[in-house]
């Protein structure tokens, strides 16, 4: 069972991956004036799936850390973080779903979405160094 969850955030991370290279293409059009075309419509539903499984998974993450070890945030900085990345994904998920909903020319909450997913996606890449040294301390033993 311990092996779901990095399977599931991994997964959802390369997904962010290539929704931050969809991202990108709007950022070239908009900020970059280059003729490229944004796939919107994918963008936003791979989006969802994947701040929705980071989601998921921050609570099947700690629930399973609940449930193995009796406590929460005992795998340090790998919990942490877990919980610093939640409001980014409220953020990236409530402001594409406005942007989404009431389309029309903008410029700035673009940037301020695609900025915050940028850091949220930095902050994911990092999960993969501390959730390493988790698996390999807490469920190997080594």
Known sequence: MLSVHPVIQGSATLLALYVFFLGLQRFRFLHLYQGVAF??????????????????????????????????????????????MVPFIIFGFASGQYMNHYKKKRKALPLIHGLSNLVLLILALTQVVSGWWVYRVFVLGW
């Open 39 to 84: 796939k919107w419509k994918r963008h936003v539903f791979l989006g969802e799936i994947a701040l929705g499984a980071w989601l998921v998974g921050i609570v099947g993450g700690m629930t399973m850390v609940y449930f193995y070890w009796y406590g929460f945030l005992m795998t340090g900085t790998h919990g942490k973080v877990a919980l610093v």
